[in-house]
């Protein structure tokens, strides 16, 4: 009985403590529950003239054929749009074809209500950014606004209004394919990013040409699926929700993004696509949402799989009446709502404000005022992949890129090298080079490999030698022999190994993330004839390359580093750019150890080396390969003088804390300096460390910075045993290093 009463008390306390933000409806609207818009009188003027069957067709959603991101598209969509069937497409874009589509849905309909059109850009348009995990390892809002602000500019240049974007799922589990989409494994940190590209995608004013509507995407722990298998059931605490998988979206509903997408995944056994407490009670009541509601590819129609509709009328009713807005290529509100509103399954009024969510969008990205403002031939030409953006990509790409390993100093090279052979599946491939998710990217020429990167920054006096070496799926070892020749004659090796752009994204799950076929072998057999070999890791994903981090001297992680990988990848290899960037998310060692994150719990036995009875593996060291938000620089930082201004603190007071960092190497460069606080004892049980703060500075060789945070009550809040948030009285430790193992901590009570 107690249990149950404490479930209670939890889910009323929660609703009061999320209820901070509540909707501004207004009194007098007909539809209950829904924020009036500014365009109120005009889309309530529209939608008096609309039949059921133009309101139903609003809701419905089509893939065109300019890319499949699903199991299957309708082809004879044009009908469907000139019959008023039709309120949205994705998968479309260039000027002239969006031109096309759009003046089927103003000339041949009735009303002629322009389309919205909706498309995955993810980490850039045509001008392709490196993947959102490597992104992240930037550790740049700034820059990472700037990135979805270019993208915007682009697909709103190439006919685009609306794109299904930030993934902001946290994941934990680096056999999900989808880790490469989002920001990685902490809640505070992935709430940032969500914000910073929400921000760069809708701009300041979403009626301005070149800005875009955004989607908070997957609502919600889509990141959780058992086993990171994709698509499959996530069974988490309710705990878990809110302190782990919540916080991003939030931060982009308090961003004012204005559309979210429903996860295929369940929570709590419904499935989000249904799940009336996720969008009416948390999202719209509680959060104050007020954008609409897109289900991802067919979920809708997939509740029928998941065994909670016998068919689709049921999953179509199950999906309206849980305040889904807009029905993604299964077409079941198409096809059912009309029947539906007739037997009294869903209401008129449920109808109407899915309606006017989606009519709300159109007017607010001013395409009732002009339905081809986004259809300019001009901007086609002019604002897509222009020079600077190029050079602005290659910068991002060399922020992102983390260094794993780099003994005796094998880096940065000299440019003066005489002989340097670049090897490998990913050494001179354009295809892999962009990533999954890459949008209209041009995947086959545009992309600058590692190899023309390297012969792009050497003149011509160095020799740069090439060989395949193996490839990504292979026993063979044909492509040994070669490559052991064009090593033998080198000065340095560039091993350019990793996996394939389509062994991640999505449907691309991995039950073993070692590195992909014979690839350890060719390492092997490559440093066997010159020590002098650096690993240049391309991939989608935390790999366990425990085994390359035995045997080689320098490893790279680059990721899928977009448009100028090759050029970036040269720059930090032969020093113009120093590598700063801070993992995101941790490499375990083995795929045994997933899921392993830095803010895990402590447990009743903790892990100690020297007590066989605490939470350990008795066959691998029981530690991640790299922690978050770990990764080197040429030069080294030291910290010293973690000082706090009072050791107590009584809300509502603030306390300061300082830390000098001192680059005490031989070279220029950034550090991200990371604030972590520990919650020493709590109503409830707390991760042993959770990401505060961070600051990321440059620091010239020789010189000290004195760096500051500030602690108040809300980097102290969490959810209590009820579910309230908020702080509580007790011991704390405060930690400030260069990643999330630091040990350099200072003490703080909270009165
Ligand atoms: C896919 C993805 C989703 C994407 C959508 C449209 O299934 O899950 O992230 O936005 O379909 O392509």
Known sequence: MKGILQFIIMIVALSIALSGCTSNQSDDSKIHDLTVSKYDGKIKELMAKMTIEEKIGQLNMLSGDWAITGPFIRADFKQDIKAGKVGSML?????????????????????????????????????????PLAEACTWDLNLMEQTARIAAIEASAEGIHWTFAPMVDITRDPRWGRVMEGAGEDPWYGSLVAIAKVKGYQGDDLSKDNTILACVKHVA??????????????????????????????????????????????????????????WEDLFRKQWGFDGLVVTDYTAINEMIEHGVAANLYQASVLAINAGVDVDMVGQGFLLNLKQAIEKGDV????????????????????????????????????????????????????????????????????????????????ADNKIDMIGGWSAAGDRNSRPVTLFEGVKNKLSSKTVVLYALGTDFNTSSTEGFDEAIRAAKQADVVLLALG????????????????????????????????????????NGRPLTIQHLDDVAPAI?????????????????????YNPAGKLTMTFPRNAGQIPIYYSHKNTGRPFDVNNSWTSHYIDVDNTPLYPFGYGLSYTRFEYSNLTLDKKEMTHPEVVRVSVTVTNSGNYDGEEVVQLYIQDLVGSVTRPIKELKGFEKIFIKQGNSVTVHFTIGQEELSFYREDMSFGSEPGEYRIYVGGSSDTENSVRLTLN
């Open 556 to 576: 790279l992680e680059t990721w899928f580093a977009g448009t100028e990988a090759g050029n970036a990848i040269a720059d930090v290899v032969f020093g113009d």
């Open 499 to 538: 996996e394939s752009n389509d062994m991640s994204a999505e449907a691309k799950s991995r039950s073993s993330i070692d590195l992909p076929g014979n690839q350890n072998l060719l390492a092997d057999e490559i440093l066997k004839v010159n020590k002098n070999t650096v690993i240049i890791l391309m």
């Open 221 to 278: 722990a889509y990141g959780a699926a058992e086993a990171g298998r994709d698509y499959n059931t996530v069974d988490l605490s309710l705990r878990s929700l809110y302190e782990t998988y919540l916080p991003p979206f939030h931060a982009a509903v308090e961003a004012g993004v204005g559309s979210a997408m429903t996860a295929f995944n369940e929570i709590n056994g419904i499935p989000c696509t249904e799940n009336q407490w996720l």
């Open 347 to 426: 209401t008129q009024e449920q109808l109407d404000k899915a309606v006017y969510r989606i009519l709300k969008a159109k007017f607010e990205l001013g395409l009732f005022d002009d339905p081809y403002k986004y259809c300019n031939k001009e901007r086609e030409k002019a604002d897509i992949m222009i020079p600077e953006r190029t050079q602005f990509c290659r910068e991002v790409a060399t922020k992102s890129m983390v260094l794993l390993k780099n003994s005796n100093k094998l880096l940065p090279l000299s440019k003066e090298i005489k002989t340097i052979a670049v090897i490998g599946p990913l």
């Open 91 to 131: 998968n479309c874009y260039t000027v002239d074809y969006t031109r096309e589509l759009i003046n089927l849905s103003v000339d041949s309909t009735r009303l002629g209500i322009p389309l919205l059109l909706g498309y995955d850009v993810v980490h850039g348009h045509r001008t392709i950014f490196p993947i």
